[in-house]
């Protein structure tokens, strides 16, 4: 339990840095001149200082969100899958989810890597996998994947639907590990 709580504490430190860059509704020529880099394919690779922080992280293709089993336009803030590393509290490769919105209480989020399925805990706005090898054995999968969807619930009971194209997902993690080593 101890390194759990040790790798959300990191996921919940990151993500000041994440949204900040993402969620001002950045440009590519915005997020280029930030901590991040953008990539010719569908992930970029961001960097911070103090403390180091490296992640790769992308943004949902396409998303669909329903109620009561039919279509409903909501209003959420940012959608992010990513992978971050931070060496100073031994992180390395934790995937997490933000679905732009507080998930239901004391729900999870399905994960589906071409067809494989697996689930995430959520707390707040954030998602992730139970444990270290939970996350090696989810990004070996979407090393080899060409997608990813995330479904999940809001607290006000909105079911969402996220995908995410893997293109590019291997050089990006590869790249964020490189530098956060």
Same mark, same amino acid.
Not at 77 to 101: A, C, H, N, W
């Given at each position: 339990?101890g390194?759990?709580?040790?790798?959300r504490?990191?996921?919940? #430190?990151?993500s000041? #840095?994440i949204?900040?860059?993402w969620?001002q509704?950045a440009?590519?020529?915005?997020?280029?001149?930030a901590?991040c880099?953008?990539?010719v394919t569908?992930?970029s690779v961001?960097? #911070?200082?103090a403390p180091?922080?490296c992640w790769?992280v992308?943004?949902a293709?396409?998303?669909?969100n329903t109620?009561?089993?039919?279509v409903v336009a909501?209003?959420?803030?940012?959608?992010?899958?990513?992978?971050?590393?931070?060496?100073e509290?031994?992180v390395?490769?934790?995937?997490?989810f933000?679905?732009?919105?507080?998930?239901a209480?004391?729900?999870?989020?399905?994960?589906s890597?071409?067809?494989n399925?697996?689930e995430?805990f959520?707390e707040?706005?954030?998602?992730?996998?139970a444990s270290?090898a939970?996350d090696n054995?989810i990004?070996?999968?979407m090393k080899?994947g060409?997608?990813?969807?995330?479904s999940?619930?809001?607290?006000?009971?909105?079911?969402?639907?996220?995908t995410?194209?893997l293109?590019?997902?291997?050089? #990006?993690v590869?790249d964020?590990?490189?530098r956060?080593?």
């Amino acid at each position: 339990m101890g390194s759990l709580v040790t790798s959300r504490y990191a996921l919940g #430190a990151i993500s000041g #840095a994440i949204l900040g860059v993402w969620g001002q509704g950045a440009t590519a020529q915005e997020q280029a001149s930030a901590p991040c880099s953008s990539q010719v394919t569908d992930w970029s690779v961001c960097v #911070a200082e103090a403390p180091k922080e490296c992640w790769a992280v992308s943004t949902a293709k396409e998303s669909v969100n329903t109620r009561d089993g039919r279509v409903v336009a909501v209003r959420r803030s940012d959608i992010l899958l990513m992978v971050f590393y931070r060496p100073e509290v031994g992180v390395k490769g934790q995937l997490g989810f933000t679905g732009g919105y507080p998930f239901a209480s004391g729900s999870t989020v399905n994960l589906s890597v071409d067809g494989n399925s697996y689930e995430l805990f959520s707390e707040g706005e954030w998602a992730w996998p139970a444990s270290a090898a939970d996350d090696n054995k989810i990004v070996t999968a979407m090393k080899r994947g060409s997608k990813a969807k995330l479904s999940a619930r809001s607290s006000r009971g909105t079911k969402t639907e996220d995908t995410f194209s893997l293109l590019g997902f291997t050089a #990006a993690v590869e790249d964020a590990e490189k530098r956060c080593q």
